[in-house]
């Protein structure tokens, strides 16, 4: 439901449960799962203890929400990029865009999902762990169905599994945003990203296919149709 049409409570509801939900990303981020407590959430939201509890029970509470979120939202990367184009490159590009501006704009909570998604993390029993991880594959199959639609059109030629190669740039992605993390102006993304872009698809780039494209394009600039 829309937070607009709301009654008055429950958007002030809404509003704290997600105040809440910020301090705690950026406390377990910084000191992990296991050192952070209730009541220090509470002095970082800058709330009573009480009203902590009557928003989330227990401090799992307040962390499986975090992570289901982030899974929520690199899925919506994924898809923004495909749907913005038909063009596979073009959608890769896409993604890798997406992926740095959802991480910038959710960077405590990511380098959450980035521990637990590992196993790293190992904070709660190996059903939700499984959770995690059956969502985070389903969000790189769609990203392996980009590469092999190009493959198909014979856009990238087929030097490797579409899934391995989706999860060889997401992973690349994850390490460059840990290190754009840690040392931002030396390590600056988007320069970092569109230099992998080109080092990725150097080699998978199909050459009789762009030269065939260019060849088209240079015939209908001369034509007079």
């Not at 607009?4 to 809404?14: F, V």
Request: glycine share 4%; proline share 3%.
């Amino acid at each position: 439901m829309n937070s607009e049409i709301l009654p008055r409570r429950e958007r002030e509801n809404l509003l704290r449960r997600q105040e809440i939900l910020a301090a705690a990303s950026e406390l377990f981020s910084e000191r992990g799962y296991h050192f952070v407590t209730m009541r220090q959430i509470a002095e970082k939201a800058e709330f009573a203890i009480v009203t902590i509890y009557k928003c989330f029970h227990s401090k799992e509470q307040l962390y499986i929400p975090l992570l289901l979120e982030q899974c929520e939202k690199l899925e919506n990367a994924i898809t923004r990029a495909i749907e913005e184009t038909d063009d596979e490159v073009a959608q890769l590009r896409n993604y890798i865009r997406f992926r740095g501006e959802t991480f910038c704009e959710n960077c405590p909570s990511l380098c959450l999902l980035l521990v637990e998604s590992s196993g790293a993390g190992s904070n709660f029993g190996a059903s939700f762990l499984e959770e995690i991880r059956t969502r985070r594959h389903s969000f790189l199959r769609k990203l392996a169905s980009v590469f092999e639609n190009a493959m198909r059109r014979k856009r990238l030629k087929r030097i490797a599994d579409p899934f391995q190669l989706a999860v060889a740039l997401d992973s690349t992605l994850d390490a460059l945003l840990l290190l754009w993390l840690d040392a931002p102006e030396r390590h600056p993304y988007l320069e970092a990203s569109g230099a992998i872009m080109e080092v990725f698809f150097n080699g998978l780039a199909n050459r009789d296919f762009v030269r065939s494209e260019e060849h088209t394009s240079e015939l209908q600039s001369h034509s007079f149709i």
